[in-house]
């Protein structure tokens, strides 16, 4: 079965139906999207920002992170399920628009930016979380995040026209 088949079946399921024809669950489902959308940029860009050396100074790096984390990590699980049912919504269309694949490329690039960033430099936090100098590694890692997560909220944006259909 092609994938397109199977976008096709997804789309007529009840559930899918379902989303796209609510009065209310649809609003509802991209308004929770919008807000843990802001939820988890502003926790990440907040320790984006300290990485890149631009906020928090005074801060310890490992503060930022672990006031931070449980807070981006709540809003990204539930970003990911209003996101998945506002795909669900609508299948077919999401995956033929360009701004939807975009998105997922820069969302999975940053779901790699992280992880390397977690496995490798921010290992030795305790060696640099306190001094003045950020790693190059860490900064980099901060300013790519950045940069992948506006281009994933400029894509989800432009999704929203039909230019392509």
Not at 42 to 61: E, F, I, Y
Not at 69 to 93: E, Y
Not at 134 to 146: E, K, V
Request: with cysteine; aromatic share 12%; hydrophobic share 55%.
């Amino acid at each position: 079965m092609s994938l397109q088949a199977v976008l096709e079946v997804l789309e007529a399921s009840g559930p899918s139906v379902a989303i796209r024809e609510s009065i209310l669950f649809y609003p509802l489902v991209e308004t929770t999207h919008v807000l843990t959308l802001c939820l988890f940029l502003g926790m990440t860009s907040t320790w984006d920002l300290r990485l890149a050396g631009c906020a928090l100074r005074s801060v310890p790096v490992s503060h930022v992170v672990n006031r931070l984390f449980p807070w981006a990590i709540a809003g990204f699980v539930v970003m990911v399920i209003s996101g998945g049912m506002l795909f669900l919504s609508g299948p077919v269309r999401a995956a033929d628009n360009p701004f939807f694949r975009v998105k997922m490329v820069m969302i999975a690039l940053a779901g790699i930016n992280a992880f390397v960033f977690h496995r490798t430099v921010f290992r030795w936090v305790e060696e640099w979380d306190e001094g003045d100098e950020i790693p190059r590694r860490a900064r980099l890692a901060g300013i790519l995040s950045l940069v992948l997560w506006a281009i994933v909220v400029i894509c989800g944006r432009m999704q929203a026209y039909n230019w392509f259909d």
